[in-house]
């Protein structure tokens, strides 16, 4: 049984900074690709952040590209997300999820993904 568990969230205030994590257990780490999803208030899952599984590539929504950075360490069975300049429209649910043999056009969709955790609240706001 694959176990997914995101943590780092909080209140953040626009234009700081928050690092999320999200490690796994009762698989294996090193074969999955890791993925960062959100969901806002009233809005739809949309897809964050994507790492595959030797790190070589990653993927980047158009809302949080330049400001926001996916990593993982596979000796750590955990992943990061680490999330610059945040602005109120970052205000979501994250969650992380994680996935085997997705070819590169299926990255960024939720339906591929195994396995998820819980979520993460993360609210940006003065």
């Known amino acids: 049984q694959v176990q997914v568990q995101e943590s780092g969230g909080g209140l953040v205030e626009p234009g700081g900074s928050l690092r999320l994590s999200c490690t796994t257990s009762?698989?294996?780490?090193?074969?999955?690709?890791m993925a960062w999803f959100r969901q806002g208030p009233g809005k739809e899952r949309e897809f964050v952040a994507v790492?595959?599984?030797?790190?070589?590539?990653?993927l980047y929504g158009d809302d949080v590209k330049g400001r926001f950075t996916i990593s993982r360490d596979n000796s750590k069975n955990t992943a990061y997300l680490q999330m610059n300049s945040l602005n109120p429209e970052d205000t979501a649910v994250y969650y992380c999820?994680?996935?085997?043999?997705?070819?590169?056009?299926?990255?960024?969709?939720?339906?591929?993904?195994?396995?998820w955790g819980q979520g993460t609240q993360v609210t940006v706001s003065s």
């Open positions: 999820a994680a996935g085997q043999r997705l070819i590169l056009s299926s990255l960024r969709q939720a339906r591929h993904y195994d396995y």
């Open positions: 790492i595959r599984s030797n790190g070589g590539t990653t």
């Open positions: 009762g698989g294996a780490f090193r074969t999955y690709s």
